[in-house]
């Protein structure tokens, strides 16, 4: 990726690009931190131009993972190739990547423009590339006014894409944001997140995230890794990961979930199922029967904006629904069937039920 002098001469390159020499592989990752495994076997392919999230709950391992891709903590055992090759023994400084950090790690006593330039003047590159390449950079994430501020004198929204800036400016192969949004208000953070992907596809630059919220990571990524306990548990497009959890538990991390134990779907017994999952929007709420359904009362509603989260309690299980519109009065009777299930055994999917 090269930052031009004019942005709007950049040519980016499309996600999924055969170039070789781009794109980002972990092969059998694994490192032990305190004597406890952090990340045990670890494979990952990340495609070039391709804007990949590690998700999942704290402590699975996906800062971790990321610490190594950067080059700040070193692997126990296994591989990574960067930009076609292998960067497993390189410090951060020899690799083709640039980090964006959590805190944004900005200098306050100095100017936009001084932190934007700061690793290139590490670098001893000539004063005129420099100044050159930092307006560029600047321009192209809109900040260009702000050139002679002070990081303490701007937003925090600002304050991220100079942290951004900085990193785009080492024209990296590999950009990777590590919880990039976590230190900006609900509202701000969806802006900021459209612009990071709008840039991000603009460039065309391979880009891995780390987050816990799986709205972000679901609204930004061409494919999210769900991580736990160490391990990839899914990695697929958002849609994917929704429609078709492949275990237990990516089902019961993305989204919300009805878990109903022993294999029973609301109807009637899975053979030799463990668990049946059914999304909310599955639960189909009418006061008339139907086909299929079994008598409820509302126990609960909360609303949500455009839908409502109602609680049902049937005689054989208590499910929410997400009703549309105007919702039921806690107490209303009335009926309750299900859409589609899906079927686990060991914790693995085996089986999606429509009816």
Request: aromatic share 4%; glycine share 8%.
């Amino acid at each position: 990726m090269t930052i031009a002098a004019d942005p709007t001469s950049l040519s980016p390159s499309p996600a999924g690009s055969s170039d070789p020499s781009a794109g980002l592989r972990l092969r059998s990752l694994r490192k032990t931190l305190g004597g406890r495994t952090i990340i045990d076997d670890l494979d990952l392919t990340v495609q070039p131009g391709e804007l990949v999230s590690l998700l999942g709950p704290s402590g699975c391992g996906k800062t971790t993972t990321l610490r190594m891709i950067a080059g700040f903590l070193a692997p126990d055992a296994g591989g990574i190739e960067m930009a076609g090759r292998d960067v497993t023994r390189l410090g951060p400084d020899k690799r083709p990547s640039a980090m964006v950090f959590q805190n944004y790690a900005l200098w306050p006593h100095m100017t936009v423009a001084k932190n934007v330039a700061y690793p290139l003047r590490l670098r001893r590159l000539p004063r005129a590339e420099i100044a050159e390449r930092v307006d560029a950079v600047l321009q192209l994430v809109n900040l260009l006014h702000h050139r002679d501020s002070r990081p303490p004198r701007i937003s925090g929204g600002e304050q991220q894409r100079v942290a951004l800036a900085r990193a785009l400016v080492q024209e990296p192969e590999v950009l990777l944001l590590d919880e990039p949004l976590s230190n900006l208000d609900a509202k701000l953070r969806v802006r900021v997140r459209e612009e990071i992907r709008d840039l991000q596809q603009r460039l065309g630059i391979t880009t891995v995230v780390v987050t816990h919220d799986q709205e972000e990571a679901l609204s930004i990524s061409d494919r999210v890794a769900v991580m736990n306990a160490g391990r990839v548990e899914q990695f697929s497009a958002p849609g994917e990961l929704y429609r078709r959890p492949e275990t237990e538990f990516v089902a019961t991390f993305i989204g919300s979930m009805n878990r109903l134990e022993g294999g029973f779907d609301g109807t009637r017994l899975v053979p030799g199922a463990d668990v049946v999952g059914i999304r909310p929007e599955d639960v189909v709420f009418t006061l008339d029967p139907r086909p299929g359904a079994v008598p409820a009362r509302v126990e609960r509603v909360v609303p949500h904006g455009h839908f409502h989260r109602v609680r049902l309690r049937r005689e054989d299980a208590t499910l929410d629904a997400f009703v549309p519109g105007e919702p039921p009065t806690v107490g209303t009777s009335g009926y309750a069937s299900i859409a589609s299930a899906l079927v686990y055994r060991d914790g693995r999917l085996v089986d999606a039920v429509s009816r």
